[in-house]
């Protein structure tokens, strides 16, 4: 079935540095990519919907220029955390749709950051 | 503002029993409405789908309801075994955005 890769699954970094992390769709393509962050014991809150081709689209309170998505193929989405802070540590989760607009959503595993 | 709300408290119960997880939404008439399943330290697995005009859907051991009048999803898992143990986490669903916003989830444990 439909697999959605996600990498690094854990990273630790510096406090100042910038971590990519990338999501990719395996044997299917995607136009549109979601990112969550999760806390713990938290749910998802979702961060930004990535666009094949043109800018993502930010949900309120997400602040664009510290993380930088970029969707240049159907089958690759990534996030970049830039100038990363302790605050920004979380499990990201990336997702795509199955089949188009609507669809249930494949999760890749999700990135372990951790800012030290 | 829209809020979903989900049992916050984990819910344990004897293998073999069904378990009823209950996820409500205010300020929100959504298209549809999915279930997911998350185990620790991974992503979400969809379970089922229901769409505002089905009031019920089934998945062999999986059941699921929509009352939007009631603005509520009953999510069931009859003859629960411990590998059922996990996170559910409900999500409505609008059809314009194909956004999908979470409810915290309800943890199930089930003992042998």
């Known amino acids: 079935g439909a697999v959605v890769s996600q990498h690094p699954s854990r990273v630790i970094c510096k406090s100042g540095t910038s971590v990519k992390i990338e999501c990719r769709s395996l044997d299917f393509q995607a136009t549109t990519m979601f990112w969550y962050r999760q806390f713990p014991k938290q749910s998802l809150m979702l961060m930004a919907t990535s666009n094949e081709g043109s800018k993502a689209t930010y949900e309120q309170g997400v602040e664009k220029d510290k993380f930088l998505i970029n969707h240049a193929s159907l089958t690759l989405s990534t996030l970049t955390v830039t100038s990363a802070h302790p605050e920004d540590s979380s499990f990201y989760i990336c997702?795509?749709?199955?089949?188009?607009?609507?669809?249930?959503?494949?999760f890749g595993n999700g990135t372990r950051l951790t800012v030290t | 503002s829209q809020k979903i709300e989900q049992n916050s408290e984990a819910l344990n119960i004897q293998e073999g029993k069904t378990a009823t997880l209950t996820c409500n939404y205010t300020n929100y008439s959504p298209a549809y409405l999915q279930w997911y399943r998350q185990d620790p330290g991974r992503g979400p697995v969809f379970l089922l789908l229901?769409?505002?005009?089905?009031k019920e859907k089934r998945k062999e051991r999986l059941k699921v309801t929509f009352d939007t009048t009631l603005k509520q999803s009953l999510f069931h898992i009859t003859a629960s075994q411990p590998a059922d143990s996990a996170t559910y986490l409900c999500?409505?669903?609008?059809?314009?955005?194909?956004?999908?916003?979470f409810g915290q989830g309800t943890t199930l444990q089930v003992k042998p």
């Open positions: 999500a409505p669903g609008s059809s314009n955005t194909g956004k999908l916003i």
């Open positions: 229901i769409r505002e005009n089905e």
């Open positions: 997702s795509a749709p199955q089949s188009g607009h609507n669809s249930p959503l494949h």
